[in-house]
């Protein structure tokens, strides 16, 4: 019974790669903004923080749209990457990325930003004055401390990539093998007669991936806080 | 007891390195800290009760608060000046600093704490003089741990040897025994008496007990309500508050 077909393999394939390339690249991205609204007081920090949470709440085919309209081929953003870079979005399972990291990123910041407000900030005062300048500071002391928070923020935003469904099939559609993503398959076999097999194994392997990561994250979390705080 | 005023130290001890003049004012909430002394290098105490003021004066000294006027100067240079628009960061005073609650790195081992001012210089390894500090405190045993568990005691001497590593101009020590209880002070004293006499590393003590300075140091500020009441040796210890 537990045989993929290449069908399926293909979406579950796709979704592992697009997770993984949405959390990959925000990560550095989520690290500096999680810094920021952590750390720093600006003009507009509100609108920052509300911006990079509206697609917590925002409908998700909502997000998908306005990907669409500014990301599309033709859009402003996306003719330009296009033109600068040669980054095509739409339609192709870069765009699912994009959606999924821009869905996820919420998550991941939450969690990098309370990790870097736990932080004691007398260890960067004590690194500063042993010579490190901010950035050695960062590098060495507030990003190792964080590490734990990094990480569970990176498992989530892996998991809602994973399990991104709504601004996905708005923005990039659900082509086979571009874009059909294990939740975009799961949804295809369910709208068609003698589809609930394949549909019931997709979900299997959702569960268990999901699952995986969550195990993997808290034994990496647990082996971080273990080994900063002793006994 | 006759009680000194004025800055007459530099009269009465020959001079050293790890001279520190001090003009500095800062508000902090409802309290002024507004203070003017100089040192003769050597080991100079901070004194007077909780709440006068001295950790301020050691963050201002270290570049971690930054005065809202002023002028600091350690030996000829220059750490800080409002009115020159001067303000070395922390990380370029060369200064060691022992905080009262350690504040060893919890990620890295006592070995890596210890090398960390060496590592992030880019300075070559010195063996011999980190066999030196490490004997000097005796923390030989301890370089495999985590902070997470050493003892109070043990964790300030690393602290210290961490401190004392990046070769300081002047080591500021705020309070260093303060959380420990009598039995670990009584076990850090001699290192620190140590350091003095040994290392002869010039240092600002800052603490409020005179059992403590009467130790350690020959010159002595005395601080209170954020302002220097005196500076001059350790008679300065037991006289009277003035008001």
Redesign the interface.
Known sequence: MFDLTPEEWTAVQLSLRIALTATVVSLPLGIAVAWLLARKDFWGKALLDGVVHLPLVLPPVVTGYLLLIWFGRRAPIGSFLENTFGIVFSFRWTGAALACGVMAFPLLVRAIRLSFEAI?R??E?????????RF?TFV??TL??A?PGVIAGMVLCFAKALGEFGATITFVSNIPGETQTISAAIYTFTQVPGGDAAALRLVIVAVVISLIALIASEWFARRASL????? | MTPKSGNGISDQIMRQPGMLAVDVEKRLGEVLIDVKFETAGGATALFGPSGAGKTSIVNMIAGLVRPDRGRIMLDDEVLFDSAARIDLPPHRRRLGYVFQEGRLFPHLSVQQNLDYGRWIGGLAPDAAEHARIVELLDIGALLKRRPGHLSGGERQRVAIGRALLTKPRLLLLDEPLASLDRARKLEILPYLARLRDEAKVPMIYVSHQAGEILRLASQVVRIEDGRVLAVGGLELLDAEPAH
């Open positions: 004691d007398r260890l005062d004590a690194a500063s004055t042993l010579g490190a300048n050695w060495t002391v190792p401390l590490l080994r900063y705080h002793g006994d």
